[in-house]
């Protein structure tokens, strides 16, 4: 028997393979750690899988670059109406 209790090891675990297990294995990895990753569906990607693929990021400084306008106080407006419609 080995000195380990584990039949693998790693730096760090990651379980779900979702945008934020992902995240997290990808930068734990950049950061030179091994990274072991469970995930209990039979694919990876999580809930993402499902999603339009796209991340909005109100007001960003790319979209300023073009000269796109997305006012910020729209982008809260639509928050809180979304997130707190109670308010
Ligand atoms: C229809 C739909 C469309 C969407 N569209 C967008 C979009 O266009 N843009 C956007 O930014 N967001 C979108 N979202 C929201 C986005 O998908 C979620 O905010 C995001 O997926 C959350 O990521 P997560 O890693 O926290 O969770 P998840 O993506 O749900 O990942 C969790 C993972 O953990 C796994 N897991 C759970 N329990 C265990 C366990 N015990 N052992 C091992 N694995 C486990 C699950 O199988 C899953 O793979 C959408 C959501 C839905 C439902």
Do not use: K
């Not at 997290?24 to 990876?44: K, N, P």
């Not at 999580?46 to 339009?52: A, E």
């Not at 006012?71 to 979304?82: G, V």
């Amino acid at each position: 028997m080995s000195g380990s209790m584990f039949d693998y090891e790693a730096d760090v675990l990651v379980v779900g393979s979702g945008a934020a297990g992902l995240a997290a294995a990808v930068t734990a990895a950049r950061e030179g750690c091994s990274v072991m990753l469970f995930e209990r569906e039979d694919h990876v990607g999580g809930t993402p899988g499902l999603s339009g693929g796209t991340a909005w990021i109100p007001n960003n400084s790319s979209m300023r670059e073009q000269g796109v306008e997305d006012p910020r106080d729209d982008a809260l407006r639509y928050l809180a109406r979304t997130a707190f419609p109670q308010y």
